[in-house]
Structure formats: C-alpha cells, structure tokens
C-alpha cells in the first residue's frame, strides 16, 4: 500500500510565496512521475506541473514562470516552490504518484493541502 501525504499549504497575501512538499511511501516503491494538480470550489481539477523521474518538468501556461517543481535526490520527496502567488492561484493543491510497489502499478492522490492567496 502507498501512501501519500502533502504538506505546505497556507494563507499568503499576493506576490508572496509557498513550498508544497509531497512524500510518497510505500513498499519497493518505484516512482515514475509525480504531478501537483489544484482544484478551486466549482472549477475541474488541473495540472499545475509534473516531474518524472528521469527529471523532465511540464508545466500549465498559467503557473511557468512562477512555480517550480523539483525532487530531492531520491525523487522523493517532491517539492513545488510557487513564487509571485496570485489570487487565482487560490485552490486545494493534490499531490499525484505514479509508479510501481514492486510488480504492482501505483496512481495514489494525497488529500490535498489548501492554499488561499489574499489580495
């Protein structure tokens, strides 16, 4: 079983920052990409940005340039540095990891961490 857990998440006005963390654990497990995703009340979930384990970075037009994603030397945990927040950045930030627990293919969410951006 994976379990994974994010952390960072709070309130801050415009133009201020944040670092979310995600850690996934589990047994022999093997991470192939991890993705931050947000959803804002009445809005579909998005990607914000992704991080594979060979190091290649995606990110949402709305976000390049402000965040980003990183992973420590293991790959894990994952971090996401969100500079110059917006109002709009407002929503509950989930943490998704795809991988492997020995033969078994993983696609766990966390619960998400809420960041609420004031203007």
């Known amino acids: 079983q994976v379990h994974v857990e994010e952390s960072g998440g709070g309130l801050v006005q415009a133009g201020g920052s944040l670092e979310l963390s995600c850690e996934a654990s589990g047994s022999a497990l093997r991470i192939v990409a991890v993705g931050w995703y947000r959803q804002a009340p009445g809005k579909q979930r998005e990607l914000v940005a992704v991080i594979t384990s060979g190091g290649s970075t995606t990110y949402a037009d709305s976000v390049k340039g402000r965040f980003t994603i990183s992973r420590d030397y293991s790959g894990n945990p994952v971090y996401l540095q969100m500079n110059s927040l917006k109002p709009g950045d407002t929503a509950v930030y989930l943490c998704?990891?795809?991988?492997?627990?020995?033969?078994?293919?993983?696609?766990?969410w966390g619960q998400g961490t809420q960041v609420t951006v004031s203007s």
């Open positions: 998704n990891v795809r991988g492997y627990s020995g033969t078994i293919q993983v696609d766990e």
